[in-house]
Nanobody, 122 residues
């Protein structure tokens, strides 16, 4: 089993910054791509940013130039630095990791964190 524990959410004024962290633990043979997603009330979950094990990143257009995703492979942790936050960034943010749990099996699985609330006041 794999667990993802997120931290770093909170309340911030527009223009401020927050840094989210997500640490993966448990049965991890290989940690593949990791990413951050967000979901508002009554809306579908959307991709915010992803990063491969080699460090290649992708971002949704609305956060380009403001958010930066990074990872520390030694700590099995992914980060999301969020700058110049806007009220429309208010959402629950979820971490996702694609994991190969066992060396003897080639299967990879997606795991999700519990979510962390980010609220940006105007």
């Amino acid at each position: 089993q794999v667990q993802l524990v997120e931290s770093g959410g909170g309340l911030v004024q527009a223009g401020g910054s927050l840094r989210l962290s997500c640490a993966a633990s448990g049965s991890i043979f290989r940690l593949n791509a990791m990413g951050w997603y967000r979901q508002g009330p009554g809306k579908q979950r959307e991709m915010v940013a992803t990063i491969t094990s080699g460090g290649t990143t992708t971002y949704t257009d609305s956060v380009k130039g403001r958010f930066t995703i990074s990872r520390d492979n030694a700590k099995n942790t992914v980060y999301l630095q969020m700058n110049s936050l806007k009220p429309e960034d208010t959402n629950v943010y979820y971490c996702k990791a694609n994991v190969r749990p066992y060396a003897i099996r080639v299967n990879n699985y997606d795991y999700w964190g519990q979510g962390t609330q980010v609220t940006v006041s105007s």
